[in-house]
């Protein structure tokens, strides 16, 4: 195997680990949606915890991979259309991405503040947040953007 | 179909699966730590969307993966395509297994939970169980291992 092999290799297990942990967001986006007491919304903070690291090695891991790749690879450019295309829609994924945690985390800490002055009854408060629409539709446009990427990396328009 | 949309296909499978097997995975994890019953029954029961997410993934990553070997005239018998099929055939077989397992944990943890119970030996003995963890173990490793014999192809 090549040395671009290799960063092809990693370039696309760092993508595995993105859009895994796109999908364990997704399953607990469906879990706290039904999630209205403090110590069930706080439960959740582990499977969040490696979300969160496999979503941080993906990402990181896919750009820079990739950037490396198109410096690496003969026939390709760091500004072909499809390759600033693939790092606009990265960057776009990265900051909804970024915007969805934020939504989620005030559901998080609504719960520990409720926990830490002992009330762990139901709360329509948490359960509001937990709900959040906006975090819903950030995580859908989230998804959508990383789908577009993969149609990019497969068609290269342009290329 | 044009060969890009086959490995369109065929990528967008794969995801679905692996993401899949690794979100399970990382519940089963958050639920090994877990003390309560009703935090193992929450948990246990988030993975029970993830398994036809897995499924469909599976077979829409073989059924594509099996058009693009045609259409690249990839020998079927080729050695790293014969120990996937093997571990795909281990995947099938041992999830069958682990899961029937699993569901059987939370079945338990949701009666415990409903009962108000705080703790559960039992629950935290199914979770803990050697031969159950190895299972699991190996369906991660396996699907690990798919994904490097797709990528590397040795």
């Known amino acids: 195997m090549t040395f671009d092999d290799w960063l092809l290799a990693l370039h696309v297990l760092a993508a595995f680990a993105l859009v895994a942990a796109m999908v364990l967001f997704w399953v607990m986006i469906v879990a706290v949606r039904s999630t209205d007491t403090p110590e069930a919304t706080i439960r959740m903070a582990p499977v969040a915890k490696i979300g969160n690291a496999a979503a941080g090695v993906g990402g990181i891991g896919t750009i820079v991979f990739g950037v490396w790749l198109a410096f690496s690879v003969g026939g390709y450019d760091i500004w072909d259309g499809w390759i600033i295309a693939a790092i606009v829609l990265w960057a776009v994924a990265t900051g909804l991405g970024g915007r969805t945690g934020k939504e989620y985390l005030a559901g998080m800490k609504k719960a520990e503040e409720l926990q830490a002055a002992g009330q762990t009854g139901p709360s329509a408060e948490l359960l509001a947040l937990n709900r959040t629409q906006r975090g819903l539709v950030l995580h859908t446009l989230a998804s959508l953007f990383t789908l577009l990427i993969l149609i990019d990396m497969i068609w290269k328009p342009g290329a | ?154």
Not at chain 2, 53 to 63: R, Y
Not at chain 2, 83 to 97: E, M, Q, S
Request: proline share 3%.
């Open chain 2, 1 to 154: 179909m044009s060969t890009d949309w086959l490995l369109f296909g065929h990528l967008v499978g794969a995801f679905l699966f692996v993401s899949g097997a690794v979100a399970a995975g990382a519940l089963r994890l958050a639920a090994l730590r877990a003390s309560r019953p009703a935090d193992v029954a929450v948990l246990l029961r988030a993975v029970r969307p993830l398994v036809p997410l897995i499924g469909v993934g599976l077979l829409t990553a073989i059924g594509f993966g099996f058009a693009l070997a045609d259409r690249l005239h990839i020998d079927l018998s080729s050695t790293w395509l014969i120990v996937t099929f093997a571990l795909l055939a281990w995947i099938g077989v041992v999830g069958a297994v682990a899961g029937r397992e699993d569901r059987r944990t939370r079945e338990l943890a949701e009666r415990l939970a409903a009962d108000g119970s705080e703790e559960s030996a039992e629950v935290a003995h199914r979770l803990r169980d050697a031969r159950n963890l190895v299972l699991n173990a190996s369906l991660l490793v396996a699907t690990v291992a798919i994904v490097a014999l797709m990528v590397w192809k040795p």
